[in-house]
Nanobody, 124 residues
Framework: VQLQASGGGLVQAGGSLGLSCAAS????????MGWFRRAPGKEREFVAA???????SYSDSVKGRFTITRKNAKNTMYLQMNSLKREDTAVYYC???????????????????WGQGTLVTVSS
């Protein structure tokens, strides 16, 4: 499975940006898909995830501002980011894998496939 993230860019604080992640290869609609990010000088952190049936999970830092969706027919996942803050600046990575429990959604080690990352920069 190959994942291609796109949609990053420069946006002002308070603005919106949408990310996409297209999966190709031996894809499965049963895979959980998620977004993680790594800010400069910080460790990678969980952002959001969506399982095969549409169940979602968000980190507290983005809850209420970000929305994760997926279109299984297109093997594509999306992340709509609203009310962006400077602290949202990071490289965003999409990931996929068979995550068997909702309690595992936020743990990177359960995701087998990773995209190359797309940079989101939020300016003040």
């Amino acid at each position: 499975v190959q994942l291609q993230a796109s949609g990053g860019g420069l946006v002002q604080a308070g603005g919106s940006l949408g990310l996409s992640c297209a999966a190709s290869g031996r894809t499965s609609s049963r895979n959980t898909m998620g977004w993680f990010r790594r800010a400069p000088g910080k460790e990678r952190e969980f952002v959001a995830a969506i399982n095969w049936s549409g169940g979602t999970s968000y980190s507290d830092s983005v809850k209420g501002r970000f929305t994760i969706t997926r279109k299984n027919a297109k093997n594509t996942m999306y992340l709509q980011m609203n009310s962006l803050k400077r602290e949202d600046t990071a490289v965003y990575y999409c990931a996929a894998g068979h995550v068997s429990s909702n309690s595992m959604l936020s743990f990177a080690r359960y995701y087998v496939y990773w995209g190359q990352g797309t940079l989101v920069t939020v300016s003040s």
